[in-house]
């Protein structure tokens, strides 16, 4: 089922605030001990963009519901994100390289935990 | 998807009126449908948010985003900060906090009363933004000069600053009441004596209404007494009442009781507002 009818602005709003509010999204999801808080705002804001529930979600993308909701949930590694979300949360307007540098910056400086393990790795989607 | 087929064939008659020989009637009737669709979307946003798939925070942004910025400026605005108001970027960060409180609130929001919930939680978005824009550093005690105005009774002046939290929000901690702390480096004895007279008199509520109000207004905040019978669930002429009742008392006590004999100096605590009691 659509989740939003009604239509998108004609102009999308500033690609800052969408990532900004990714990075606020995943200091919260960090501060609540998720695994990979900025896959899990990313693979939110893809889904929150499109206005779809999380199985209509899945089916449009191509992937099992409970890869979505692993990704969701931050137990998928930013640099592990399945393709499709990371292409759609480009699409969407979230700045992929801002956020990327972010998960790196918490991988490097908690150990590993609360991070996003992208040493070394592309932002999802293919930017 | 049906609904959503509607409303597109809903919006390419709105966006197509060459087409179709709209009559005034047909058009309001589009723009009718059209705010039906949003407020349906709304009521999926906001329910969702309410069993708490953060996904519909990206969606109520992302859809809702320029209604909600305009809020924000309105109480900038409302705030006497018209400077942060002409800040886009300050705009857009407070506004991400606008979607955070409605996604707190969203399970209580009724859109049978037809109001949007940017509306419907106006009061409290109000002291949210005047809450991270302006409590940083607020003046609790006004200067006070001595009888010759030059300040010969002493700058008597101490301010209740927020201290950042661990994370760096800004956190009010410890006294003088729950939530808020004296800064070390701005800590007045005065300011501690009149924390402790404030805490002396009155129900602890009257006393966190008197200090609620009195950061609102030192904020800036034209309405005080709205925004903090919103906070208190009272009104607005509730307020004042007992924010006259507690100024009165406090200012009775530093009158009466030798220990606050230093804050007779202050403003605060004028002999007036103790006669009058």
Known sequence: ?127 | MDDMDDVDRTRRRDEEPERHDASGAEAAGGSARREQAEQADLVRIMTGLARGDMAFLFTLFDRFGDAIRATVCRHLRDLARPDLADDADEVGGLALEVCFLLAQRAAAWDPARGARPWTWASAAIRAEIARLIGHRQVHLIEDDTGPDGNGDGGVREGRLVARGGADGEPTLAGIPRPGHEIDPYTNHPLLMLLAEAVRAVGRERDQEVLLEFEFQQANGDPSPAHTVGELFDLRPDNVRQIVRRQRRRVAELVWSDERFVELRTVRWCARDEAEAA
């Open chain 1, 1 to 127: 089922m659509e989740l939003v009818a009604s239509p998108r602005p004609a102009t999308p709003p500033p690609m800052p605030d969408l990532t900004r509010l990714c990075e606020r999204v995943a200091a919260d999801l960090r501060r609540e001990g998720v695994a990979h808080p900025v896959a899990a705002a990313v693979a939110l804001a893809a889904r929150g963009v499109a206005g779809l529930e999380r199985d209509a979600w899945a089916a449009r993308l191509g992937l099992d519901v409970e890869v979505v909701a692993a990704c969701e949930e931050g137990r998928v590694a930013f640099g592990d994100l399945p393709a499709p979300i990371g292409a759609a949360a480009h699409d969407a307007g979230v700045d992929l390289v801002v956020l990327a540098a972010l998960a790196r910056r918490w991988a490097g400086g908690s150990g590993g935990r609360g991070g996003d393990g992208v040493v070394g790795e592309r932002p999802p989607g293919g930017t």
